[in-house]
Nanobody, 119 residues
Framework: QVQVVESGGGLVQAGGSLRLSCTAS????????MDWYRQAPGKQRELVAI???????SYSDSVKGRFTISRDNAKNTVELQMSSLKPEDTAVYYC?????????????WGQGTQVTVSS
């Protein structure tokens, strides 16, 4: 199996910063991608940032210029540095890992980490 574990969430005031981390481990051949999503109460899960193995990154318009995604391919980790946080960034943040296994390519989700931004 594949395990995906996030950490680093918490409570922060508006304008502050937080860094989220995610590590993938288990039975896989390689990691194809590691991305961050978030889900606010009463809303659908939305894509926040994408990181490919080749180093290509992409961000949602709502976080562009404030968030930075970074990968360590050797350690199978991805981080999300969040700055200039706003109350609307409050959500559970999830790491999605795309892993290549012998049977194919699969998506794995972490349990999520809560980020709360107070005004």
């Amino acid at each position: 199996q594949v395990q995906v574990v996030e950490s680093g969430g918490g409570l922060v005031q508006a304008g502050g910063s937080l860094r989220l981390s995610c590590t993938a481990s288990g039975d896989f051949v390689s990691i194809a991608g590691m991305d961050w999503y978030r889900q606010a109460p009463g809303k659908q899960r939305e894509l926040v940032a994408i990181s490919s193995n080749s180093g290509v990154t992409s961000y949602s318009d709502s976080v562009k210029g404030r968030f930075t995604i970074s990968r360590d391919n050797a350690k199978n980790t991805v981080e999300l540095q969040m700055s200039s946080l706003k109350p609307e960034d409050t959500a559970v943040y999830y790491c999605n890992t795309v892993a290549r296994r012998r049977g194919g390519v699969y998506n794995y989700w972490g349990q999520g980490t809560q980020v709360t931004v107070s005004s």
